[in-house]
Nanobody, 123 residues
Framework: QVQLVESGGGLVQAGGSLRLSCAAS????????MGWYRQATGKQRELVAT??????TNYVDSVKGRFTISRDNANAVYLQMNSLKPEDTAVYYC??????????????????WGQGTQVTVSS
């Protein structure tokens, strides 16, 4: 069984900082891309930032210069969020794409999503 476990959400005032963490558990052979998405109430889920196995990063324009994504090993990803704004309020989801892991019958490749963590920025 493989899963993504997130932590680090919470309530913060505008201008403050939060750090989100996400770790993949299970017998995992490789992960292609890990990233963060968010979904605000009444809006579609949007990409926030991604980090590929090759070391490339990508950010949505609205967070450039304020958020930083990092990976300290192949199976964990972090999102440092600075200068938070009320419009950053959303449920943040960790995602892992191209996850190759062990199953009872050998190995398989799939995508994984975390359970989501609430980030609320007050004005």
């Amino acid at each position: 069984q493989v899963q993504l476990v997130e932590s680090g959400g919470g309530l913060v005032q505008a201008g403050g900082s939060l750090r989100l963490s996400c770790a993949a558990s299970g017998i995992i052979f490789s992960i292609n891309t890990m990233g963060w998405y968010r979904q605000a109430t009444g809006k579609q889920r949007e990409l926030v930032a991604t980090f590929t196995s090759a070391g490339s990063t990508n950010y949505v324009d609205s967070v450039k210069g304020r958020f930083t994504i990092s990976r300290d090993n192949a199976n964990a990803v972090y999102l440092q969020m600075n200068s938070l704004k009320p419009e950053d309020t959303a449920v943040y989801y960790c995602a892992a794409f191209g996850v190759t892991f062990r199953t009872m019958w050998g190995r398989t490749t799939s995508d994984l999503w975390g359970q989501g963590t609430q980030v609320t920025v007050s004005s």
